[in-house]
């Protein structure tokens, strides 16, 4: 019993760090690559924050590659 809940314990640690990490948002389903736009946000916990990256926008083309 000590078990299950120790495990389900770390397992909403884990979940509400990354959660809190990064935002992000879609900005476009359809860009000129034929892929998706993403808006990454990070907050103040994050490593690229920390790095002097507040956030960052990606295109991706119709298979997924940046």
Known sequence: MNKIAYLTMMFFLCMSTAALAETELVISKKNKFGGITKK?????????????IQQTIDYYDSHGNR
């Open 40 to 52: 990454i946000k990070y907050s103040e916990q994050d490593d690229s924050y920390k790095a002097g």
